[in-house]
């Protein structure tokens, strides 16, 4: 692979394949079954095929359609358990793994934003990547001062792939639009658009790390790498070891997952009001515990800036719903643009649709399992039943469209490693509005 697929025509042949490989694959399945073969393991045989190329095509593709790859592994634990084993575990590779470049081009990389001169900044450099993200891949190194570092390549294309990927998601806003009649979806397009671009720039990226550095210097509970260089399209920070948050989700034991998961919460409530900013990447290789117990966060490029901290109307909504209060709950949705004017919708429906996504914040210690996840999936998901008819009359005002999709990507998360905390405990301490 010496580039990414730029050209949207190829990138939009590519994702199209999706589709039609899944229906070939459901016609094939068919097939099987009228010649009397077991379904079940037709239903195996399906399901594993699928997921191994969706991470082919998002693999190669990378930019926006890996990205959305890498959003869509953390809900896997939304997926009931006997669909979702080949998708975990192809997804999960995406979050940390995808065809590398050659070493010819990360030289090249190095050589356009480092200078010709880069091999003295380092006293070591290991060619072959240690891992690899949506727009580039992460290489360990030596800096001359002796520290270990991560080298992070921007892949070459990367740029106009993800704006390539942009621009075919904004053309199916009418798409989106009728599956989601309440929701004012072209501005919830529009955010996304600029959040993503900004990531392709890492000295923003270094940036948003150092600030985040800076407000967790010296926390006994949270390590964010230095950085120690930074280039439009290469970003050096200091190397952290630890177990990534994907494996303990495999192997950790009970104290290590609720311990992480304890983390997470408090670092995504926490860092609005420590830093002024939330990270905005939540998937299972972004996080590691580290061999002292502490929670070490990685990956700066795309982040919501919350100067204030977390919204307070957002704390408010919470308590309401966790208090049962919906017609308070109702007039203050109405009030912040969760319901649009022209929507009709009671406080009964809000109440019934909210009430189960709030339990985590009604009891002193919640358990975050697959099941509970899968039970809000199927309950809002069920095109026949009450929660989904109340769910399209619900819209998402842009402001909060980071917010939500972080706090959706955290609780995913915990639910896949299958966490036991005091959610409310932590949610009462930073959460503006739900204390007061």
Same mark, same amino acid.
């Given at each position: 692979?010496?580039?990414?697929?730029?050209?949207? /025509?190829?990138?939009? @042949?590519?994702? $199209?394949?999706?589709?039609? !490989? *899944?229906? &070939?694959?459901?016609?094939? =399945?068919?097939? +099987?079954?009228?010649?009397?073969?077991?379904?079940?393991?037709?239903? /195996?045989?399906?399901? @594993?095929?699928? $997921?191994?190329?969706?991470? !082919? *095509?998002? &693999?190669?593709?990378?930019? =926006?359609?890996? +990205?959305?790859?890498?959003?869509?592994?953390?809900?896997?634990?939304?997926?009931?358990?006997?669909?979702?084993?080949?998708?975990?575990?192809?997804?999960?590779?995406?979050?940390?793994?995808?065809?590398?470049?050659?070493?010819?081009?990360?030289?090249?990389?190095?050589?356009?934003?480092?200078?010709?001169?880069?091999?003295?900044?380092?006293?070591?450099?290991?060619?072959?990547?240690?891992?690899?993200?949506?727009?580039?891949?992460?290489?360990?190194?030596?800096?001359?001062?002796?520290?270990?570092?991560?080298?992070?390549?921007?892949?070459?294309?990367?740029?106009?792939?993800?704006?390539?990927?942009?621009?075919?998601?904004?053309?199916?806003?009418?798409?989106?639009?009728?599956?989601?009649?309440?929701?004012?979806?072209?501005?919830?397009?529009?955010?996304?658009?600029?959040?993503?671009?900004?990531?392709?720039?890492?000295?923003?990226?270094?940036?948003?790390?150092?600030?985040?550095?800076?407000?967790?210097?010296?926390?006994?509970?949270?390590?964010?790498?230095?950085?120690?260089?930074?280039?439009?399209k290469v970003l050096v920070t200091e190397w952290v070891t630890g177990t990534p948050f994907s494996r303990l989700i495999v192997d950790g034991t009970r104290e290590q997952r609720d311990a992480a998961g304890a983390l997470?919460?408090?670092?995504?409530?926490?860092?609005?009001?420590?830093?002024?900013?939330?990270?905005?990447?939540?998937?299972?290789?972004?996080?590691?515990?580290?061999?002292?117990?502490?929670?070490?966060?990685?990956?700066?490029?795309?982040?919501?800036?919350?100067?204030?901290?977390?919204?307070v109307p957002m704390g408010r909504m919470l308590r309401l719903a966790a208090e049962d209060r919906p017609d308070e709950l109702l007039d203050l949705l109405r009030t912040e643009r969760f319901v649009r004017a022209d929507?009709?919708?009671?406080?009964?429906?809000?109440?019934?649709?909210?009430?189960?996504?709030?339990?985590?914040?009604?009891?002193?210690?919640?358990?975050?399992?697959?099941?509970?996840?899968?039970?809000?999936?199927?309950?809002?998901?069920?095109?026949?039943?009450?929660?989904?008819?109340?769910?399209?009359?619900?819209?998402?005002?842009?402001?909060?469209?980071?917010?939500?999709?972080?706090?959706?990507?955290?609780?995913?998360?915990?639910?896949?490693?299958?966490?036991?905390?005091?959610?409310?405990?932590?949610?009462?301490?930073?959460?503006?509005?739900?204390?007061?």
């Amino acid at each position: 692979m010496a580039e990414i697929p730029r050209r949207a /025509a190829r990138r939009t @042949a590519k994702l $199209a394949s999706l589709p039609l !490989g *899944v229906a &070939g694959r459901v016609a094939a =399945g068919w097939g +099987k079954r009228l010649t009397g073969q077991d379904a079940e393991q037709i239903s /195996a045989d399906f399901s @594993a095929r699928t $997921a191994e190329q969706l991470f !082919g *095509v998002l &693999g190669q593709l990378k930019g =926006g359609a890996m +990205k959305f790859g890498q959003a869509l592994s953390v809900f896997e634990a939304a997926v009931p358990e006997e669909m979702a084993e080949p998708y975990r575990e192809a997804l999960t590779k995406l979050q940390s793994a995808a065809p590398p470049m050659p070493a010819a081009d990360v030289r090249r990389v190095l050589d356009e934003q480092l200078g010709t001169t880069w091999r003295t900044r380092f006293a070591e450099f290991d060619e072959t990547p240690a891992a690899a993200a949506s727009i580039g891949q992460v290489h360990r190194a030596r800096w001359h001062d002796g520290r270990e570092v991560a080298v992070k390549v921007q892949y070459p294309g990367a740029d106009e792939a993800l704006r390539a990927d942009l621009r075919q998601l904004l053309r199916f806003t009418r798409l989106f639009q009728s599956l989601a009649p309440g929701t004012e979806i072209k501005p919830l397009l529009t955010e996304l658009q600029d959040r993503m671009v900004e990531e392709l720039d890492y000295r923003a990226e270094a940036d948003n790390q150092r600030a985040f550095a800076a407000a967790f210097d010296g926390d006994p509970r949270v390590l964010v790498p230095k950085v120690v260089a930074s280039a439009p399209k290469v970003l050096v920070t200091e190397w952290v070891t630890g177990t990534p948050f994907s494996r303990l989700i495999v192997d950790g034991t009970r104290e290590q997952r609720d311990a992480a998961g304890a983390l997470l919460a408090e670092f995504h409530f926490s860092s609005p009001a420590r830093s002024g900013m939330l990270h905005g990447d939540p998937h299972p290789g972004n996080f590691m515990l580290l061999p002292d117990g502490r929670l070490s966060v990685i990956d700066f490029g795309a982040v919501a800036r919350l100067p204030d901290g977390l919204p307070v109307p957002m704390g408010r909504m919470l308590r309401l719903a966790a208090e049962d209060r919906p017609d308070e709950l109702l007039d203050l949705l109405r009030t912040e643009r969760f319901v649009r004017a022209d929507q009709e919708v009671t406080a009964d429906e809000v109440r019934a649709y909210l009430a189960p996504f709030v339990e985590p914040a009604r009891t002193p210690v919640f358990h975050f399992t697959r099941s509970w996840l899968q039970r809000q999936a199927e309950r809002v998901g069920d095109l026949s039943g009450p929660d989904f008819r109340t769910g399209r009359s619900l819209n998402l005002p842009p402001e909060y469209l980071m917010i939500h999709r972080v706090t959706s990507g955290a609780t995913g998360i915990l639910c896949q490693l299958d966490a036991e905390l005091p959610a409310r405990e932590i949610i009462t301490r930073w959460q503006p509005g739900f204390g007061d």
